[in-house]
Every structure is written in C-alpha cells, then in structure tokens.
C-alpha cells in the first residue's frame, strides 16, 4: 500500500497575508501564460494576417467560447469548493469521490459541448451581426476550438481541484510549458486562422495530460485512478448544487457581453479590431483579479471545513486589500502605457485610438469589480452561490441589458455602450457588500449547526 504523507496545511494553520500571497502569485502566473495563449493568437493574427483575422479570432468568436467554456468551468467550480471543503476537514473518502465525479463529468460534458458547439456555431454567429468579412475565418477558428475541447475542460478542472487543496504551484509549471510550446507553434507553422486554433488545442492537450498525471501520483489525501472515474449521487448533487449557480452567473456575464459585442458590430470592423484588442489588455487586470478571487474562495473553503471562521474573515479583509491596491496600479499603468500595448496588437491607428476611448471608460473601475469577485469568492466557499447569483443576474446582467436597450438609444456610440460596465459594477459592489456583510455575521453560527 502506497503511504500517505501528512503535512501542516498552511492555509488553515499558516500566516494568512504570507500564505495568501504564496497561494495567489502561481495562480496569477499561471492565468497570464494561460492568457498568453490567445494573446499570442491575436498578436500573430493582428500583426500577420489582417485586422478582420483580428476581428475574427478576438471579436465574435471569442465571446462565444467564454460564454460555453465560461458554463462549465463555472458549474465544475462546484466540484473545487467541496473539495476544498473536505480536504480541510481531512474526509479522504468525500474528497475522491468528489475528484472522480469531477474527472467523470468533464468528460461526458465535453463531449455534449463539442457536438452542439460545432452545431450551432455558425447561428450564433449571425445571431451576433457577425460581420460578412469575418464570419469564415470565426466560424473556421470556432468549429477546430469546440472539437478539441476536452482538453480544455479536463485541464481547468484538474487545475482547479489542485488549487482548491492548496498546491497553486504545479498548474503554473505545466502552463508555463504549454505556453512556450503554443507560441513555438503559431510562429512556426503560419496557417493563419486555423494555424492559430490548432496550436491553441494542441497545447491545451498537453497541459491535460500533466494535470492528469500530478492527480493519479499524488501521496497527498487524494488520488486518481481511471478505473475509478464515474458518477458519485452525493458528490455529483454538491458539485451541481453549488457549480450550476456559478455556472448560470458566468452565462449571463457571457451573454450580456455578446449583446455589447453585437452593439459594438454595428460600429464597423475598426471597432470590433479595437475592442478585441483591449479585450487582450483588459485581461491583465482580470487575471489578477481572477487569482485574488480563486485565493479567497480557497481559503475561505478549506477554513470552512476546518471550522476556523475567524480565519475565513480575515482572510477576505486581506484579500480585499490586495485586490483594490493591485487594480489601483494597473489602471495607472494601463493610463500611462495604454497606446503602446495596443499597437502590439495592430498598427491601424484608428484602431488603437478607439481601443484608448476604451480603455479611458473602464480602467478606472476595476476597484469597483474587486468586491463583486472576491466577495462572491468568500461566499461561494461557505457554499452559498444562491443570493450571489441572483445579485450577479440583476446587477450586472439585467441592469447592463436595460442600459443597453434603453440608455445607449438616447445618446448612442461607443462611449454610451462601454459605460455600461462601471455603472453596473459600482451598483452590484454596494448589493455585494451589504449581502456579504449580513452573511458573515452568522458564519459562527452556521457552521455550528453544520457540525452539530
């Protein structure tokens, strides 16, 4: 019989701001040199090919596979916060039935994902103004993305049950790898649209395969074996129970940024270059955030299982002021040095101009989504995803859709459709922090009754 090492666990046990920060910089690694991989894309498709390339492979296309990949990765974030919950409770047996019904379910749900999306990958096209230029090229760059999605979705699931019990460290590695072999490929092999598409799956597949390989050699609490992968009732019910709020919040913000995209198509081919292109940028900030967001959610998780929730407060307060001090100084940089990474991007000049407009709307209000991510993370680790959901659905969904729909008529343009955003987030952050307030004060008391 294998033996089990049995080590401290320092996000239950350690310095919070220092084992924070240890947790957090892997994962922000790991979610840049994941976004390195379509940022290589771009620039390659941008700089090489044509600006409706650009268009294509960052513009329409790009929504849509955030909007499915974003349903899945969300509804298996389910299975990562049980898990987190188990593993600090040290439930070895809950702990693998809950990994290998989230190994079972990214199979059968990638499978169900290839098939309808090369189905109806080209109606979701028109349905977004696609424009006639670039409809080939995205509909080619989606049909390729949705056949070798598996690789995708069993990568962000292993990724994501590594970081949930603590190890932050090996998605990084593997990332970092798959990277350099993706941009190896899109420089060598120049196919354009396709090119681009093919390298992206190929290295997605690789970075599947390791993540898959540290989870069946674990000595840790938990181990995956194939013969083992299927469908457990109780863990299944837990990961859709928490998963699907998720999974339907990540929807809706999917959706509500298609119905800006297909806004956005009606301003020309500039425009949608343009917005693709800050869409690249933008992900700086939403990396970081992201990574803040997983911490939290971790800590909060694990502590919740360990019945530490003095810990799962102060936890959330010290993530709260990363967050704010990070988005403080990447609006500045953005500020400063905005105009150069754009031209990374493109050399059209009427193109980065726009994308500066932008950038001028929605970079001073990324302090206002910190509360949104972090404070929604903290909850969905106690399991509460309900009422976060419901606030995400009205706040920045149903709010940005009526804004869409009712202010942009009276004033229209790009400045009425991108100021959208900070509106919506400054009313979801207030709903967050009076909703997260409210709920923290009964943690003691909820997790008494829990383990009554």
């Not at 028109?126 to 949705?146: G, K, N, V």
């Not at 932050?168 to 196919?191: A, E, K, W």
């Not at 050699?217 to 181990?223: A, N, R, T, V």
């Not at 031209?343 to 932008?358: A, Y």
């Given at each position: 019989?294998?033996?089990e ?8 046990e350690?310095?919070?701001w220092k084992?924070?920060?240890l947790?957090f910089?892997?994962i ?5 040199f ?52 188990f593993y ?37 096209l028109?349905?977004?103004h696609?424009p ?37 460290r090996?998605p ?17 092999f ?20 390791l ?14 074996e ?5 469908f457990h ?30 806004f956005?198509?009606n ?27 997983i911490a ?22 010290i ?13 500045l ?16 000049e009427?193109v ?7 950038l ?10 910190v509360?949104i ?19 995400t ?42 909703y997260y307030?409210?709920r923290?004060?009964?943690?003691p ?8």
């Amino acid at each position: 019989m294998k033996k089990e090492t049995v080590t401290t666990n320092q996000i239950t046990e350690g310095v919070i701001w220092k084992q924070l920060l240890l947790f957090f910089f892997p994962i922000v690694l790991g979610t840049f040199f994941q976004q390195l991989y379509n940022t290589a894309d771009t620039i390659v498709v941008g700089r090489f090919v044509s600006k409706e390339a650009l268009a294509a492979v960052g513009g329409s296309a790009a929504q849509i596979v955030g909007l499915i990949v974003g349903f899945f990765v969300g509804l298996a974030s389910g299975a990562s916060v049980i898990i987190s919950q188990f593993y600090g409770a040290k439930d070895r047996a809950q702990l693998n039935r809950a990994l290998h019904t989230a190994y079972a379910f990214s199979i059968i749900g990638s499978i169900f994902i290839t098939v309808l999306g090369i189905l109806i990958a080209p109606w979701m096209l028109e349905l977004m103004h696609t424009p006639q230029e670039t409809m080939a090229d995205a509909l080619l760059y989606l049909r390729i993305y949705f056949a070798g999605i598996i690789f995708v979705f069993i990568y962000n699931v292993g990724s994501s049950i590594l970081r949930a019990m603590g190890d932050s460290r090996r998605p990084l590695y593997y990332l970092i790898v798959c990277c350099i072999l993706n941009i190896v490929l899109v420089i060598v092999f120049h196919m354009g649209v396709a090119g681009v598409s093919i390298a992206t799956i190929f290295s997605q597949g690789v970075s599947a395969v390791l993540i898959t390989r540290a989870l069946m050699h674990s000595d840790d609490l938990y181990h995956l074996e194939f013969r083992k992968i299927r469908f457990h009732k109780s863990a299944l019910i837990s990961l859709i129970w928490v998963g699907c709020p998720t999974g339907i919040q990540s929807v809706l913000y999917s959706v509500t940024n298609m119905l800006i995209q297909t806004f956005l198509n009606n301003l020309g081919t500039d425009t949608v270059a343009a917005w693709s292109a800050f869409g690249k940028i933008d992900s700086l900030y939403w990396m970081v955030n992201n990574a803040f967001g997983i911490a939290v959610t971790t800590f909060v998780g694990q502590n919740f299982g360990a019945g530490k929730y003095d810990r799962m407060k102060k936890s959330v307060r010290i993530g709260l002021c990363m967050g704010l001090c990070t988005a403080l100084t990447l609006t500045l940089i953005f500020y400063n040095f905005g105009t150069p990474l754009f031209r990374l991007f493109t050399s059209d000049e009427n193109v980065v101009s726009i994308g500066m407009q932008m950038l001028h709307h929605v970079a001073p209000a990324y302090c206002l989504f910190v509360f949104i991510e972090l404070l929604s993370g903290a909850l969905r680790g106690t399991g509460d995803v309900v009422i976060p959901m419901l606030i995400t659905c009205f706040g920045v969904c149903l709010l940005r859709i009526a804004w869409l729909f009712f202010i942009v008529p009276l004033a229209p343009g790009l400045n009425t459709i991108v100021l959208s955003y900070p509106v919506t987030w400054a009313i979801t952050a207030v709903m967050f922090i009076v909703y997260y307030c409210y709920r923290a004060k009964k943690w003691p008391k909820s997790y008494a009754k829990k383990t009554a």
